[in-house]
Each structure stands twice: as C-alpha cells, then as structure tokens.
C-alpha cells in the first residue's frame, strides 16, 4: 500500500483535494459553511479532482520510466515495487473514479463538466503530446494547477470569483515546473525543455517573469471583494506578504541550487492556499 500510494503521490493528491476545497470556500464566502448539501457536492467535487491528479501521476510514471531511471530512481515503477499492467489499471480507475464522483456535481453547477472536461484534455494533451516540448509542457501543468482552485469555484456555481486565485496559482506553478526542468536538465535526454533549448539564463528568466505574475496578482483580491480592514482581509494580506516573500526567494538564487529553489517554491505555495482560505472569510 505504501509504494501505491508513492505512485499516486499522495502528498501532491491531498493538495489538489485541499485546493479544491478552499476554492469553493472561498467562492460561497462567509467562513465555514454549515450547509451540508453544499458540503457534500463540495468534497465530492474535491474527490473528482483528487482522482484526475492520481491518475495523471500514475500515467506520468508509467510512461516516464525511462527518464525516471535517471532523474528518480527510487519510484515505485523504476524499482519494480509496482507492476506496470497494474499501475495502467490504476489509471483507468482513478479516471472513472474521477468522472463519476463528479456527476451529482455537475447537477447543480453546470460549469463542472466544462472544467473537469478541459482539465482531462489538458493532461492528456500534456502526457502524450506536450510533455517533451518544454515551455508548452509546462504551460499545460500549469493550467491545471489553476484549474483545481477553477474547479471548486465551479462547485459553488461562482468560478469567475476564483480567476484572480488561479492565475496567481498559474505563475507560482509555471515558476516551479521551469525549476524542475532546470534541475532535470541533465537527465532529461530527449526532451526540448527551455533550460535544454534555450539556456539556464533564459530558463531563469521567465522562472522570474512566472513569479511575477503571480505576485503582480496577489493584491487583486483585496482591490476587488476582499475588504481590506476586515478580519479576512487583514489575514489575506499577512499570508500572502509572506508567501510573496517565499517566492520571491525560491528565485533569487537561480541557476544555483536549484532543489533549494524549487522546495522554497513548494512551501510558498503552501502559504499562498492559506491565504486563498482567508479570502473564504470575507
């Protein structure tokens, strides 16, 4: 079980699950809700997108285990502690897990089959098309980053209050996977990534340019619907002064140590979903 759940990177799965629920927090508003129908479409919406984040890990490891030899040897494919047939099982599973959780949903927001439809499209796209071209591979995982706060927002029937939120989550991700790529370089054999094609210096660059995206965005929500002397908006603004910091950091060392880099980017996000969860209680 352990080694199952190393596949499914259970750590980045929770994540997806998390974010998901605070999106549709923070769309309702008003703090934790007591409305128990609207939780339930809640955490079922959460568990649609933890079933489309499993199941894209599996297949990425299932169809990464060249590279991973390399770059991550001790994953569970590459060791051989998880056959391939039942990791491609797990795949189709974890999709239909993912479709079907989202159906009471769908219901009573018509926007989550269009989001659950683009983000499925994305990862395939991603997995089977994008992945080896770098910059666009990139932009893909990125985008369904986004899409996971997107999707709660969807759940709550208001998606649009979620925008600003996801393409902040938009940055700071693009900003991580550039990093990664810059890390993976050496391993990363057939594969145009932009610290391949284009040099650490480009790489780093727009890991910088992704970063500022993200913080440029980070004072909307306090401009738009977040008071910015109420409770929320006095929690909103500590958290994501703090997670601006972080990720100001994850970048100012590039190209040097780049697994510092990209674990300061990591934590960064962690802070900036606390600051989301803020805006919930406006």
């Excluded at 949903?105 to 395939?124: D, K, Q, R």
Aim: proline letters at 5%; zero cysteines; aromatic letters at 6%.
């Amino acid at each position: 079980m352990r080694e199952h759940l190393r596949l499914v990177r259970i750590g980045n799965t929770l994540v997806s699950f998390v974010g998901t629920v605070v999106g549709g927090l923070v769309a309702r508003g008003g703090g934790l809700p007591t409305d128990l129908p609207f939780l339930g479409l809640l955490v079922l919406a959460a568990l649609s997108t933890a079933g489309v984040t499993m199941g894209g890990n599996v297949l990425n490891d299932v169809l990464d285990r060249g590279s991973d030899a390399k770059n991550h040897p001790d994953r569970p494919l590459v060791r051989g502690t998880v056959s391939v047939t039942t990791a491609r099982r797990m795949v189709v599973g974890l999709f239909v897990l993912a479709v079907l959780a989202a159906v009471p949903v769908a219901l009573h927001a018509p926007w989550i089959p269009v989001v659950l439809a683009v983000a499925i499209g994305s990862l395939l796209l991603y997995e089977f098309r994008f992945k080896a071209r770098g910059l666009p591979g990139n932009l893909l995982v990125a985008l369904l980053t986004a899409l996971v706060f997107l999707y709660g927002g969807a759940a709550a029937d208001a998606p649009l209050v979620l925008v600003p939120f996801s393409l902040m989550a938009f940055g700071a991700t693009l900003s991580r996977e550039i990093i990664k790529d810059m890390e993976d370089a050496a391993g990363d054999v057939g594969r145009t990534t932009l610290p391949r094609t284009h040099g650490f210096a480009t790489a780093t660059a727009a890991a910088r340019a992704s970063v500022a995206l993200a913080i440029a965005l980070s004072p909307v929500p306090l401009l738009v619907f977040v008071p910015a002397t109420s409770a929320a908006g006095i929690m909103y603004l500590a958290s994501v002064l703090a997670a601006d910091a972080l990720f100001v950091a994850s970048v100012s060392r590039l190209p040097r140590d780049l697994h510092r880099e990209q674990t300061l980017s990591k934590g960064a996000m962690a802070v900036a979903l606390i600051a989301f969860l803020a805006a919930a209680f406006r």
